[in-house]
């Protein structure tokens, strides 16, 4: 899991954001309880314009792991870019 999610993240910087996201999936098929794992689908989610599945991959996060603050900024981000400024 650990060698997909670190694929995905070189491939996120690359600009790949489909294969990155493909990765970060793998890399949560095998340990779904991982909130990095979640939080890493989000991101690639949000660099493809997907917000509404970015939030139900930070949602998942936060249900793991509600002090992880990265997924929280995130989540944070993708809501401000959605127009809820609430």
Do not use: H, M
Not at 9 to 28: C, I, P, S, V, W
Not at 50 to 55: D, F, K, P, Q
């Amino acid at each position: 899991a650990k060698a997909y999610n670190n694929r995905g993240k070189l491939l996120l910087d690359q600009g790949r954001f489909e294969e990155a996201l493909a990765d970060y999936q793998r890399a949560r098929e095998i340990n779904p309880d991982s909130a990095a794992f979640w939080c890493n689908c989000g991101v690639a989610l949000q660099a493809l314009n997907r917000s509404t599945e970015a939030l139900a991959c930070y949602q998942q996060a936060l249900e793991r792991q509600p002090d992880f603050a990265e997924n929280r900024w995130n989540r944070a981000l993708c809501l401000l870019r959605s127009g809820n400024f609430e």
